[in-house]
């Protein structure tokens, strides 16, 4: 079995491509998620399972992050597509107490195990109001004191809990606590490692050393993965909530991050940062006041669907979008589909990366995890 993937023209449906690729309509209707009575949008990719030899699969890793209420029949359809799945996620005080996520973490972590997937606690500077707090960073990392009670609540949680390691991603990192984060991440992994357990870091998507910016200057890509036994390139959010529309992660700028961190982070060190996710702006955009809407990329379809929308393929960003008007407005959807993921995946292969991260799996894109599982042999521990 191979997916092939195949774009919706005019006057096509289900029955007649089942019949010209000779496959059943109702494979063709699970891989896509497909609702009924099944219409279609032309421009639409579509995965279609075919009989034949697969391609020569190589090994990689994958992890997806996920909140503690994510929907179990959602979990489950994900987990025998994950190496490991990272739990969002773990806070502290400048004082370096670990605060427990909300809600109750046992399930996920229970879930995990059963699919031979290895749970990791994510361990975020979020503060009360719900955003990154670089003030949180700035007093533990620079604490000796902080730092080791942190270090030591961590190794009694992922111990307590059954945990399989610590992902650290920590963001708008000031540049006067690069360092003393480079060393909080180094502390960290040597006590993993002394009990067994894993360390990675989420790194901002940089395109050189000296890039500015309080997303980039906080972070040592050579230092860092020096420390952890492996990074994600946090490679999407060009095209973010409260930007002008455009390709969440465009393939021209993943690929300029690329050729940057190769040259800092040994390639058998990076996952590839994916986005399950696109984002719906009303037109026109108002810098400062537009706010794009999160959506699925099953549900970005739907809504191409339900306006009579075409969809587009830009080439150069290698990612779909549509214009479609409720209510008297023109929005604008860019998300992706399985041809955005084929570029991304077509990357990991050049670039020969370790694997792969997404952010998020709340939302289920079947069609995703059988594309990946066609062309890659997943690794379970």
């Known amino acids: 079995m191979y997916m092939e993937i195949y774009v919706v023209k005019s006057q096509d449906t289900v029955d007649k491509i089942a019949v010209e690729y000779s496959v059943l309509a109702e494979e063709i209707i699970y891989a896509n998620q497909l609702a ?14 075919q009989k034949g030899e697969e391609t020569e699969k190589i090994p990689v890793r994958i992890n997806g992050y996920a909140y503690p209420f994510i929907n179990e029949w959602t979990l489950r359809q994900t987990l025998p597509y994950l190496t490991e799945l990272s739990v969002f996620s773990y806070g502290f005080t400048t004082e370096g107490n670990l605060i ?27 503060g009360a109001d719900g955003q990154f707090n670089n003030y949180l960073i700035h007093r533990v990392v620079q604490s000796e004191e902080a730092s080791a009670d942190l270090t030591a609540e961590l190794l009694d949680t992922v111990t ?51 890039q500015k910016g309080l997303l980039y200057e906080g972070k040592d890509y050579g230092g860092l993965s020096a420390a952890a036994d492996y990074v994600l390139l946090m490679t999407y959010e060009w095209g973010y909530t409260y930007g002008p529309p455009m390709a969440v992660a465009p393939i021209f700028q993943v690929r300029k991050v690329l050729d940057y961190a ?13 986005p ?27 809504i191409a669907v339900q306006h009579g929308a075409e969809i587009f393929f830009d080439e150069k960003s290698q990612s779909p979008y549509f214009h479609y008007e409720e209510e008297g407005v023109r929005h604008e959807v860019w998300f ?11 990357l990991i292969r050049e670039y020969g990366l370790n694997g792969a991260g997404y952010w998020q799996i709340m939302r289920l894109f079947r069609a995703n995890w059988l594309l990946l599982s066609d062309q890659f042999s997943i690794v379970k521990q």
């Open 336 to 346: 992706e589909d399985v041809r955005s993921m084929q570029a991304k995946f077509d």
């Open 262 to 274: 190769v040259t800092e982070i040994p390639r058998e060190k990076i996952r590839l940062g994916i």
């Open 36 to 49: 009924y009575p099944y219409p279609l949008a032309i421009g639409q990719a579509l995965l279609i399972p």
């Open 100 to 126: 427990p996520p909300a809600l109750d973490d046992t399930f996920l972590i229970h879930a995990a195990y059963e699919f031979g997937t290895l749970p990791i606690l994510t361990l975020t500077p979020i």
């Open 160 to 210: 307590e809990k059954g945990y399989a390691g610590v992902d650290i991603d920590f963001e708008y990192i000031l540049a006067e606590d690069r360092d003393a984060f480079t060393a909080f991440v180094q502390r960290v992994a040597d006590a993993m490692r002394g009990i067994g357990r894993q360390t990675s870091v989420a790194l901002a998507p940089k395109q050189s050393a000296d």
């Open 276 to 302: 399950n996710y696109g984002y719906d702006w009303k037109l026109p955009f108002e810098k400062g006041v537009t706010k794009a809407k999160t959506i699925g990329n099953v549900e970005a379809v739907s």
